[in-house]
């Protein structure tokens, strides 16, 4: 199936591992350019090295911490005109109401949350300009299960599926789609991690956390793929009548009402 991708410009934020990694990968093989923005210059020097050897695709790279004062600005100058962004840094903290103190919370929220929104603002507004595009948030599927033990990270999951349906419904008056992505566990350190960490926490010890994998959907995070495809897809004209929705990839869990 062509995706219409190939020449579209494509940034991506938290672009140095986990699926910002991959979905830069999987971009380049659909033939996008791509700018990439992450706080690791070494990780993205990497991945970039790793791209153009397999695909002849522009990718420019851009070491920033996206909370810093001016940075949103330094991102869309380097960036230039692009078609598509993709909203996918920062990792807000795991813990009950007393475990994230305000500092972390305030912290996890700067990134993600308020990120996700400036970034929004200013991209919307040179899309507008330009013609249209699309704008992806890759959320998580926290926002719709609420767990009161990752209680900051739910809060403000929430509050990103609200804004892109807020900022999706009408987006299409001026040609441009925002749509969120909800994925549930993925196969990264960072889920084994909080695995561990849950693992600690109901069982006194970190190394019964394969206990809880085995409960997920399948009995296994989502592959990373089957979670960054979607997020291909969605950015390709193949899904040019899909905006202001969340798609959920959680293997059900969600539905369930359960985290694990």
Not at 86 to 98: D, F, H, K, Q, Y
Not at 141 to 160: C, H, I, K, M, R
Not at 197 to 214: C, I, N, T, V
Request: proline fraction near 2%; glycine fraction near 12%; charged fraction near 25%.
């Amino acid at each position: 199936m062509d995706l219409f991708l190939t020449g579209k410009k494509v940034l991506i934020t938290g672009a140095s591992q986990g699926i910002g990694e991959a979905l830069a990968k999987t971009l380049a093989e659909e033939g996008c350019d791509l700018h990439l923005v992450a706080r690791s210059g070494d990780k993205l020097e990497a991945i970039k090295a790793e791209i153009l050897k397999d695909h002849k695709v522009s990718v420019t790279v851009q070491a920033l911490d996206l909370t810093k004062e001016g940075a949103i600005e330094e991102v869309l100058q380097a960036a230039g005109d692009i078609d598509v962004l993709v909203n996918n840094a920062g990792v807000i903290p795991s813990g009950s109401l007393w475990d994230v103190d305000e500092k972390r919370w305030r912290e996890g929220w700067e990134l993600k949350v308020f990120g996700y929104i400036n970034m929004t603002r200013a991209v919307y507004a040179k899309m507008k300009a330009n013609g249209g595009g699309v704008i992806i948030n890759n959320i998580g599927n926290g926002g719709e299960v609420f767990d009161p033990q990752y209680v900051a990270g739910t809060t403000g999951n929430a509050s990103l599926m609200a804004f892109t349906r807020a900022m999706g419904g009408h987006s299409l008056d001026d040609n441009i789609r925002v749509v969120g992505v909800n994925p549930g566990p993925v196969d990264t350190d960072r889920i084994y991690n909080m695995l561990k960490k849950r693992s600690a926490s109901m069982f006194g010890s970190e190394d019964r956390y394969k206990e809880l994998e085995a409960r997920y959907p399948l009995g296994r995070p989502a592959h990373m793929s089957e979670v960054v495809d979607l997020i291909v897809f969605l950015a390709s004209k193949r899904s040019g009548y899909t905006s202001g929705t969340i798609l959920t990839v959680d293997g059900g869990i969600a539905s369930r009402r359960s985290i694990i």
